[in-house]
């Protein structure tokens, strides 16, 4: 089936920093999703790219849908500690199944 | 915005016990609803699609029989575990999709579900 190589698996920084992490895929997606997990909690949009090549920002966040279809990354620039949690890439295949398939994280630790 | 409310948020029971989850989208209609399982540490695990009025499509492996599901209306949908057992213990997420729209899924807060 469809898998989504995500890294790195986990980020240990200092606040302040930036952060960078990306998923690939060897299939194309026609929509790629990030979210933030926190504990105990289910997972929050953070961005949603759907044309190839876009970039889009959501506050300190910036994603790309890489050109291809088959990768994109997430940048977070000046961590804050509430940044914490894990983040996942997801992403929509062509063929109208909404079916979502997701990353395998990247936890993020922050530390002040 | 898009609010999908999930109960109860915490189960913990016996052994051979059933035990229902129910996922509500608040304030949209979702035709199409999501149940997933997520054990420790790792990723989201799509289990079944559930479609309001008609059976729900299970992904390879997962036992239609054990994990019942039912969307009766355009903004409930259920999944009764059945029997459970400690390897059942897990946190189960639903997500919805509004139906009016093109938007990603909405995902609930989930539901941890221990076994003893």
């Known amino acids: 089936g469809q898998q989504l190589n995500q890294s790195p698996q986990s980020m240990f920084i200092q606040e302040g920093e930036d952060v960078s992490m990306n998923c690939t895929s060897s299939s194309i997606f026609n929509t790629w999703l990030w979210y933030k997990q926190d504990p105990g909690e289910g997972p929050v949009l953070l961005i949603a790219l759907y044309k190839a090549g876009e970039l889009t920002s959501n506050g300190r966040l910036t994603a790309q849908f890489g050109i291809t279809r088959k990768d994109s990354f997430l940048n977070i620039s000046a961590s804050i500690p509430s940044d914490v949690g894990i983040y996942f890439c997801?992403?929509?295949?062509?063929?109208?199944?909404?079916?979502?398939?997701f990353g395998k994280g990247t936890k993020l630790t922050v530390n002040p | 915005g898009a609010v999908v409310s999930q109960h109860p948020s915490r189960v913990i029971c016996k052994s051979g016990t059933s035990v229902k989850i129910e996922c509500r989208s608040l304030?949209?209609?979702?035709?199409?609803m999501f149940w997933y399982r997520q054990f420790p540490k790792q990723s989201l695990m799509l289990m079944a699609t559930?479609?309001?009025?008609?059976?729900?499509?299970?992904e390879q492996g997962v036992e239609k029989d054990k994990f019942l599901i039912n969307h009766a209306s355009l903004t409930l949908s259920t999944l009764t575990v059945t029997s459970a057992h400690p390897e059942d213990s897990s946190f189960y997420i639903c997500?919805?999709?509004?139906?009016?729209?093109?938007?990603?899924?909405?995902f609930g807060d989930g539901t941890r579900l221990s076994i003893l």
């Open positions: 559930s479609n309001e009025g008609s059976k729900a499509t299970y």
């Open positions: 997801a992403g929509l295949s062509q063929g109208g199944s909404e079916k979502l398939v």
């Open positions: 304030d949209f209609q979702a035709t199409t």
């Open positions: 997500s919805a999709l509004d139906s009016n729209s093109n938007q990603p899924q909405h």
